[in-house]
RNA sequence: GCGAAAGUGGCGGAAUUGGUAUACGCACUGGACUUAGAAUCCAGCGGAGUAAUCCAUGGGGGUUCAAGUCCCCCCUUUCGCACCA
């Protein structure tokens, strides 16, 4: 019963979503036409759902930041593409499956139609026509192609890998998805595994993804940050050891990574990765042996160690540099996978080295002394660094005198005097030739010379690794791929797409994929030679599908590629027929090559050459243009819209999509580009990441009980007060914490807009200002009458508008719109009491809607006609700068208040000049810094006046009683004056 | 350990360029209306103090006529990376 003294929310919310749907409102064309080609376009994009069955408070704030933005650009006449979709594969499909003994499928488009109604429920301003289920074929072949192509380019390969597992969701995760040693869905533990994996070359990109982030102005620092980490790029040198073992000389070479070569005259030891291949062939003893296989075991397990652990393996190594025989360690803390697995170790300066080295006894040299300490390095300096070029024959034959036995000046750090090693930059010392330079310059001279002797290269290497995209579970998009007894890994040929993912399985929960366990799926034949061949069973990661959505969205259609251009969609049935023409047309041709050169793929000519395991191995032809002159170039997007609407204006989501998803996007679209589909470096132009939504300071999840059901929110209040409380409780980047009677709050403010609205409904609805502008060309003096206090309130809503539209555009803290707009509405319901001296109330009545009472009293108000069109304009301003926000309601509003126009057309609301001017001003009185008073003076007084009417303050007078005590005062013009005394 | 962000009433937060700290909202207190409650409306609301006044933007210094804002040191919290050589 109570509801009904508010506004009927359901009513007004289904009207407009209806008109909106039914009128093809937020419809865009690929290309626009008409008048919309003027118009400038504007793409915004939120990160598009995963369907896991209802929409959560997390979307709700999402799609509420989106749609904001989106409403407040078509305001402003930009041509705005909002598209919408679902990320559909993923595990939880198949976890529900397993639990309920259904097809993933059932499961996943279910919870698609719920959640698209709950959507459209909320009002969002998307052109449904685009949307995308990315676990339909017609979308997924795409990423087939995009594979068979990359495949082709040597951009996705197979390798026996290390891989990240996770036991409890039975698959391989990429290092992106590990956090903490956890898995980033379910938490669980991952251990190390070794499998046949495919990858995506993102590393051939990491010095461009690494260099882009510079471009990338409109993205957050964090984040930019964080992906820089994540590329971790780091220049040094590689450089070689001979090994030298106990017995015997041995031509053996030890590849070591270091981006410290300017301590090198401080390496006491060598260590390597229980996992590198050389360990075992180094070992010299039957305990290091036992303890090596210890070591291993472990590192295979696990990436985490507690406390660093090795054994020297009896082999030494030779220093290049000053033939000093250094012994060599397995330690469990070098990693394999990170340079080349092994390092010098300098233990006077690195935390680790010297850890290790006190561990074990071994002896630390101190080859860089800390600069502060320049009574010893100054002379040294000035000596041999006069210039900073170095010289490379003079030091060489310095070098090479001196070199064999420089230790004899060697200081060292024995235990007493060295608690912490120094690891920052410094000057060198007992470092033969190279004493008395910096750091800096002893990094480029060792190097130089290391490349000069040969026994050293500079190199860059990066953290980064490819991405695995792998997954032992049936959900995914199928990898394109079969192995032929004969020709090895062969990719499908493109016109036999999409390999669909076949929904005959049965789902045991039990072991593998129920994909490997499909004969009808696996037993295929070879695209190449037509022989038996069995199908890739892995599927791919999900974020795979992720990766490209964006710019798909930017066609409604495919491009001239029809369902009957496939031929034999070789999906389960495997009657061998002879394929070997279409291997021809592909430009597939095979070649014998029995190098053992399995890994290295020529990124530079246009050839490739690949090897597998059976010894067949063949050429590609990278020209993906030249493929059978019948089967012209597919896309996915026509190119043309492609390049219109990328790249992606605004994109809003989750931060914890940082290192993952942003990532991949953007290497994804370098890949397009490359292969010729798109003509842009980087998806997302500008990037918002808003923060967790959580209630009692915890993430909202079931195990918590802290759940709050968007749908119960919007049955109760409507979807314009969950929108507005999601978008005013905090700003966008930070956690939003949700507050129930917070929503109520925003509630009565809706409520509070309503009934002012239909105060005025019939006293405003027949004045149309749409050229209101023009009537105040046309009459100057057209508001010289109006209504002072109306001109006042118009004078704070000049500056909302102002101020509310630079912060759409750039800071989007829409919590302080909004509150302006409270602010205002509260002054336009003081205005309203002041001038009939009434509150305004409700009349207890079974009408719903209209029953506010308007009560004119004794005044005759309103006088002049201005004052209904100012007061007009002031409503529809505050209703368009509100609408991006609140729409239903908004426009609801608008419309009550009468308009030949929908809101829609309205435009952003102009600043309109009444002539008005401030005339009093309050201003602040300081005494030395400190406030004591405020006094109201006219307007644009100057400094002297302001002081003579300060002393003549009450307040102030109690502080100064002789004027001679003013040393100075300082005036901020209409604001603040500070007296010095 | 490294990197980043942040710390303002009981709470969410405002103060974009150094210029009246605590806007707006929530909660709370009192009042009006009501048989009563809900809703609505009005008023109050950083702390101490009868008051004058004093103290308050994590703590401590500094620059300045003036600091939440700038500089230095420290503390705490959150996030990211974590033996990356």
Known sequence: ????????????????????????????????????????????????????????????????????????????????????????????????????????????????????????????????????????????????????????????????SRVNWCESCHTTLANEQVENGKCWRCDNEITVK???????????????????????????????????????????????????????????????????????????????????????????????????????RKSLISKEITEKEGVFTGSYAINPFNMKKLPIYIANFVLMDYGTGAIMSVPAHDERDFEFAKKYNIEIIEVVSNQNDAAVSSNAFNNISGNNDYNHNVINNNYNNKSLNGEGSVKLAN?????????????????????????????????????????????????????????????????????????????????????????????????????????????????????????????????????????????????????????????????????????????????????????????????VYRKYSNGCAYEINNNINNADPAYTIQSPFDKKAANYWLPVDQYIGGVEHAVMHLLYARFFVKVLRDLGYLNINEPFKNLLTQGMVVKNGAKMSKSKGNVVDPDDLINKY????????????????????????????????????????????????????????????????????????????????????????????????????ISSCMELVNKIYDYYRKQNNINIETIDTDDTIKTFKIEQTQKQKYEYESDKYLLKHIFNSILIILYPFIPHICSECFEILGSSINIESAGWPEIIATGYKIEACSIAVQINGKLRSQITANIDLEQQDILNLSLEDKKIKKYIDNISAIKKSIYIKNKLINIII
């Open 718 to 817: 409507g979807s314009d007060t969950v929108r507005l409380f999601s978008l005013f409780a905090a700003p966008p980047e930070k956690d939003l914490e949700w507050n129930d009677k917070g929503v109520e709050g925003s509630y009565r403010f809706i409520n509070k807009i309503y009934k002012i609205v239909m105060v005025y409904e019939k006293y405003l609805q027949n004045i149309e200002i749409n050229n209101l502008k023009n009537l105040i060309v046309l009459n100057q003096n057209f508001f010289e009458k109006t209504d002072i206090e109306l001109k006042e309130i118009n004078n704070e809503l000049n500056g909302i508008i102002k101020k509310s539209e630079a912060e759409m555009e750039e800071r989007f803290h829409f919590n302080t719109i």
């Open 415 to 607: 235990d007493s005097e060295l608690i912490s090693p120094f690891t920052g930059e410094g000057i060198l010392i007992n470092s033969s030739v190279f004493n008395g330079l910096i750091s800096k310059e002893a990094k480029s001279a060792i190097s130089l010379e290391a490349e000069k002797m040969g026994f050293g290269k500079r190199v860059t290497n990066y953290r980064l690794k490819d991405w695995g995209i792998s997954r032992q579970r049936y959900w995914g998009c199928p990898i394109p791929i079969v192995y032929c007894e004969k020709c090895g890994a062969v990719p499908l040929n493109e016109k036999d797409l999409p390999l669909e993912l076949p929904e005959n399985v049965v789902f045991t929960g039990e072991g593998e994929s129920p994909l490997a366990r499909l004969d009808s799926f696996i037993d295929t034949c070879c695209p190449v030679c037509g022989g038996k061949a069995k199908r890739e069973t892995d599927t791919m990661d999900t974020f795979v599908e992720s990766s490209w959505y964006y710019a798909k969205y930017t066609s409604k259609s495919d491009n001239a590629f029809t369902e009957s251009d496939f031929t034999n969609n070789s999906n389960g049935n495997s009657k061998c027929n002879n394929k070997n023409k279409d291997a021809d047309k592909e430009n597939i041709k095979f070649i014998n090559n029995n190098s053992d050169n399995n890994s290295n793929i020529n990124n530079s000519g246009s050839v």
């Open 1 to 160: 019963m109570e509801q009904e003294k508010n506004y009927d929310f359901s009513l007004i919310e289904k009207k407009w979503q209806d008109k909106w749907l039914n009128g093809n409102d937020y419809y865009v064309d690929d290309m626009p036409i008409d008048s919309n080609k003027n118009k400038e376009k504007f793409y915004c994009l939120e990160m598009f759902p995963y369907p896991s069955g209802r929409i959560h408070m997390g979307h709700v704030r999402n799609y509420s930041i989106g749609d904001a933005i989106a409403r407040f650009k078509g305001l402003k006449g930009y041509y705005v593409l909002h598209p919408i979709g679902f990320d559909s594969f993923g595990l939880p499909a198949e976890n529900a499956a397993i639990k309920n003994k259904t097809n993933p499928k059932e499961w996943t488009y279910k919870n698609i139609e719920t959640m698209e109604v709950q959507l459209k429920k909320l009002g969002l301003s998307y052109d449904w026509d685009r949307k995308i289920i990315t676990s339909d074929s017609s979308y997924y072949k795409w990423e087939q192609l995009f594979f068979i192509q990359m495949f082709k380019k040597g951009l996705a390969y197979k390798k026996l």
């Open 194 to 296: 070794s499998m046949d994996q495919w990858f995506l070359k993102i590393t051939d990109y990491a010095e461009e993804l690494l260099a882009e982030l510079d471009n990338l102005d409109g993205w957050p620092d964090k984040v930019k940050i964080m992906q820089k980490n994540w590329i971790g790029k780091s220049e040094g040198l590689s450089l070689f050891f001979k090994i030298d073992t106990a017995s015997e000389k041995t031509d053996l070479e030890l590849e070591i990574f270091t981006t410290r070569p300017d301590t090198i005259f401080g390496a006491t030891y060598l260590a390597i990765s229980p996992l590198h291949t050389l360990a075992k062939n180094l070992l010299k003893t039957e305990n290091a042996k036992i303890k090596t296989e210890e070591l291993i």
